[in-house]
Structure formats: structure tokens, C-alpha cells
């Protein structure tokens, strides 16, 4: 994930890497001339001759008018969740920073699934005792053709090349959508909808990652597919329809790992924690922070917020600011919602932070080096009710930040939403309009909350109704929001309201979220403040109301 966010945030963080992340992505050069030379070689073999066998490409002689892609390797050292070496990878891909829009590619987009669907159904799971598999599908991209009218040209792989009569190097012309190209992560999800619908599965209108069969549900993460259901034998049924569609599905056991995070279930309790135990020690080990000699902290962040710091020292380089962030955001949007505040203040100052930042982020290090055995502990009710808690800390940067910059006044919004009692989504960021109340910043993350909360009631709906909650004798579905503010909940219960919101982008959020509630019969409660689970969005807290709020959101 922290490839992903240097390499896509901004040109400028391509070569930003942490020391960590090299030792796992070595280059051609440093893969056939360290440790696990070998195993990296093995790994090239194997890919070119899985390459050959799936007919990917023609070996052409070299014309002029070709536009000829370069290739490159990318070697991967897979980890398990906890940091043991799973398995070494090798990837042949093609350089699509170099292709040419209309021409060798058209469309690029491509969805995976949320994880907000993936945790409502480790919810379900831990209810209903439902068993998963995870699978995963070998070359996925490969899997797809080209569509007409691409005609991709590329370099052999190093290593391998071959030559003519006159010694000049021979080109592929691409069959199937490579790793690298832009249009390969659309042109597999593509692929793999056709062959799941195939195989009797009916996509999600609301998560085009979610299929939804007589007897499994199968949620899928780029070429990671994972599936639940009541028996075994269902799963390895809707494998084997997959492999006579020509999907070749790998199985990985059960969802004892997803994308990095470790799922711990207990039989007896029927609770699942979520970890990520080995990114935590690589973004410790980024930091520079010595596990024995660092002092640990009660808090990852300091009472005052995260300003610009204009005047500040400028950042040291010790470590790559921005791999750093992408990692903390993996985290803290996966498992760690005890962060998501800290981690959203640092993330304001990717492209331009100074020393202070960098110590925010060591604040971080220091906080996760006491937690980091910890994790997302589920702990489900057997009543399936749906509970928000919107909070919003209005202009909380006024007064430090400089008062002539507007950003001094805006205010933050911060919500959790749990579906039995437990989180399936956090947020925390700045307001994009700025509140001149403290009623209008809390309208404005009540609002931001309702947007967020709606898909999810319809999605425990239509994955409820799949998994046989639907039934008539399951109780009625109780959709709460508890709000701390006496004002904010005043306007969103009063219908028609006792006083006119000032402006229009006010007027529809309140009227669209009133229209709401009506609709769907939620409540809308009073909590006091020292309950409000949104408030650990908001701002930095006192250790003790912070651990008071964390053990009631993560259960420790």
C-alpha cells in the first residue's frame, strides 16, 4: 500500500522509499546480486515460462513505426502478517508510465472492494459462524485480452532477450494485459465479473466487488477473492465452477489474512481480532526508533493540533516522510481507528513538512511501539442495530495556525459507525466549508456521517438478506445516532424546523438528512460527550478519556 501512495501521490516521491520497503522490492541489480539471488532467479523463470505457456505475447522483429513500451522487473519478498518471508516474487512488467492515451490504452478504471463490506461480513461471520476461504488468482492480469485496436509493443524481459540475424534485440506485441499497463487492472475486473456471473453469482449494486450466490457471498480485492458461507463444500464448489471458466484459483486456506491483515478468530468467544503486527514493526523500524531504547507513549499524538508551521525547521530527511504516512494510512483506515486523528493531521503536510511533523510522526512510532501487539477487536451482539456517532471539533486549528490563512477557521469532522457494536467505518478530516457555529460544524458532520451511513444500511440490508436475516421472526433492525450536541439535535429532529438554516448548501444538508430519518425510522439520541466515540476523530484527548473511549471502540 505505501508503493502505492508514493508512487501515485505525486511524481516527485517516486524514488522515496523507506529502508524497509527496499529490502522487500529489491531492483534487478540488487535481486541478482543479494542474499536470495537464487531464489529472486527462480522467481524470473518461473514468470517467463507461466508467461510463455499462457500465450501472452509474439516474438516481432523491430519496425520503425512500432511504439515500443520498456519493460522492467518488479521482485517482491511476500511477508505474513507477523513479518516471516511468505514467498519470493517475480513480476514482469510493462513501463505504463510510458503509454499514450487513445492509443495504447482507453478506459483505466477499475474498483476493488470496501472495507466496509469486507468487515460487515467478519461480522456476520463471528454471528452466524459462517467458515471463509481466501483464494487467490495466479497471473491475474493475464487472464484478460487486450481489447481491439490495442496493439501494445514491449521489450524483452532482461535476462532474456533475444536477438536477430543483424544483432538487433527482437520486441513482444502483447496478447494479454500485462502487469504495468494502465488498463490491466479494469480489463481483469472485467474478466472476472464475466466469469462470476458465470458461475451463478450475482454482482452488488452497491460494491461492484461483491457477488452474491444462492449459497456463498465472494468479495474481491484486485486478485484476492475472498468467500464465506455455511458450508465448506459450497466454497469449493464455486472454485471448481471458476477453473472451468478458465480462472485459475489458487486457494490460501481461510481468511486468516487478508491484504496484510492478520484475522484471529475465537471459537469460544466468537471474537476476531484484527491485526498488523508486521507493518507496525516496519513503520517502527522506518522511523529509526529502537524497540528497547524508545520511550514508549500513552497517546500518538500531543494536546496541541498539527499546524503548517511555516517559520519551523525544515524536515531533517532522516526517513521518507510521505512512505511513512501511506503506511499509516493503510493502517489506521484497516485496523487502527485509535489513529486515524493523528495520522490525518500529518497526512495535511505530505509535500511539505517540516522537523515538527516528523516528531508527530515519531509520536505515532512511540504510541504503536506499546501497542503494537494490539489491534481491532470485534466483538458482535446478537442484535444487528446500527449506531453512528458524528462529532466535530469547530475550528479547532484557530490560534495556531496563522489567523490570516482560512484554514484557522475550519472545523474537523470525526464519526465511527458500528453495526453490532462494532466499527465497519471511521473517518476523521478537515470540513471543505467553513462552519460558523458550533451547531453548524456539528450539522456538517452529522451530514458527512449520514452520506457515509446510508449505503451501509442499504448493504447490511442486501448481505443480511444473503446470509438469511430477513426472516420474519429476526427482531427489527434499531438505526441510531447519537449526537452530543444539544442544538444539532434539536434542527435535525424538528420537522417542519423552528428557525430557517442561513444558506443553501446549509439548508439542503439539514433537509436531506431530516428527509432521512423519516424515511428509515432512525433515531436520533443524546449522548454526553465523555461517550461520544467520534470525539477520539475529533482531537488529542486525555490518556485517560482516550483509553476510556478506545476500550469501548477496539475493545482494549
Not at 471511521?426 to 466549508?433: G, I, N, P, T
Not at 442544538?487 to 433537509?511: D, E, G, M, N, W
Request: aromatic fraction near 8%; hydrophobic fraction near 40%.
Amino acid at each position: 500500500m505505501e508503493s502505492l501512495v508514493v508512487n501515485w501521490l505525486h511524481p516527485l516521491m517516486l524514488a522515496a522509499k523507506s529502508k524497509g520497503n527496499d529490502a522487500d522490492n529489491p531492483t534487478w541489480i540488487q535481486a541478482m546480486n543479494g542474499p536470495f539471488s537464487e531464489e529472486y532467479w527462480e522467481a524470473a523463470c518461473i514468470e517467463v515460462a507461466t508467461l510463455e505457456k499462457m500465450d501472452a505475447w509474439s516474438v516481432k522483429e523491430r519496425t520503425p513505426e512500432m511504439n515500443v513500451l520498456p519493460s522492467t522487473w518488479a521482485f517482491k519478498c511476500k511477508r505474513y502478517p507477523d513479518g516471516l518471508i511468505k514467498k519470493f516474487k517475480a513480476r514482469f512488467c510493462a513501463r505504463g508510465d510510458r503509454q499514450i492515451e487513445g492509443i495504447d490504452y482507453f478506459e483505466t478504471y477499475a474498483p476493488v472492494v470496501m472495507w466496509v463490506t469486507v468487515r460487515l461480513l467478519l461480522i456476520l461471520e463471528c454471528l452466524l459462524g459462517l467458515v471463509s476461504k481466501q483464494g487467490d488468482v495466479t497471473c491475474a492480469f493475464l487472464h484478460a485480452h487486450l481489447e481491439e485496436g490495442e496493439d501494445v509493443y514491449l521489450h524483452m524481459p532482461r535476462g532474456f532477450q533475444q536477438y536477430d540475424k543483424r544483432g538487433n534485440a527482437k520486441v513482444l506485441k502483447l496478447k494479454r494485459t500485462l502487469y504495468g499497463l494502465k488498463q490491466s487492472p479494469r480489463a481483469f475486473w472485467k474478466y472476472m465479473v464475466e466469469k462470476l456471473s458465470n458461475s451463478g453469482m450475482v454482482q452488488s449494486d452497491l460494491d461492484p466487488c461483491l457477488f452474491i450466490g444462492d449459497t456463498v457471498i465472494a468479495v474481491m480485492y484486485v486478485d484476492d477473492v475472498l468467500m464465506w458461507s455455511t458450508d465448506t463444500d459450497n466454497i469449493y464448489a464455486l472454485g471448481e465452477r471458476l477453473r472451468k471458466e478458465g480462472v485459475e484459483l489458487e486457494e490460501e486456506d481461510d481468511a486468516a489474512g487478508f491484504l496484510g491483515v492478520k484475522l484471529v478468530k475465537s471459537s469460544k468467544t466468537g471474537q476476531m481480532v484484527m491485526t498488523q503486527e508486521g507493518l507496525i514493526n516496519r513503520i517502527i523500524e522506518a522511523l529509526g526508533l529502537d524497540v528497547d531504547q524508545s520511550t514508549e507513549r500513552g497517546t500518538p499524538c500531543l494536546k496541541a493540533p498539527l499546524s503548517k508551521d511555516l517559520d519551523g525547521d525544515p524536515a531533517s530527511g532522516s526517513f521518507s516522510y510521505a512512505s511513512i504516512v501511506g503506511m499509516l494510512l493503510y493502517l489506521s483506515g484497516h485496523s487502527r481507528p485509535d489513529i486515524s486523528y493523528s495520522v490525518s493531521q500529518c497526512a495535511r503536510f505530505t509535500f511539505s513538512p517540516k522537523h515538527s511533523h516528523e516528531q508527530a510522526l515519531k509520536l505515532i512510532g512511540r504510541y504503536l511501539l506499546k501497542t503494537r501487539h494490539k489491534g481491532l477487536v470485534l466483538t458482535p451482539t446478537r442484535e444487528l442495530n446500527v449506531d453512528a456517532y458524528p462529532d466535530a471539533d469547530f475550528a479547532g486549528l484557530y490560534g495556531y495556525e496563522d489567523s490570516l490563512d482560512p484554514i484557522s477557521v475550519k472545523s474537523r469532522t470525526g464519526f465511527v459507525i458500528n453495526v453490532a457494536n462494532c466499527p465497519v467505518l471511521w473517518k476523521s478530516q478537515l470540513q471543505s466549508m467553513i462552519a460558523t457555529s458550533t451547531m453548524e460544524a456539528e450539522i456538517n458532520a452529522l451530514a458527512a456521517c449520514c452520506k457515509e451511513l446510508m449505503p451501509i444500511l442499504d448493504m447490511v440490508d442486501e448481505v443480511g438478506k444473503a446470509v438469511g436475516l430477513a426472516q420474519s421472526d429476526q427482531p427489527k433492525m434499531h438505526i441510531r445516532i447519537h449526537e452530543d450536541n444539544a442544538s444539532a439535535l434539536i434542527l435535525a429532529k424538528t420537522v417542519p424546523p423552528q428557525f430557517t438554516p442561513r444558506s443553501k448548501a446549509y439548508a439542503v444538508k439539514t433537509h436531506w438528512f431530516r428527509e432521512q430519518i423519516i424515511l428509515r425510522g432512525i433515531l436520533l439520541l443524546k449522548i454526553s460527550t465523555t461517550e461520544q466515540l467520534g470525539d477520539i476523530c475529533t482531537k488529542c484527548l486525555p490518556q485517560a478519556t482516550f483509553e476510556y473511549l478506545r476500550k469501548k471502540l477496539m475493545g482494549w
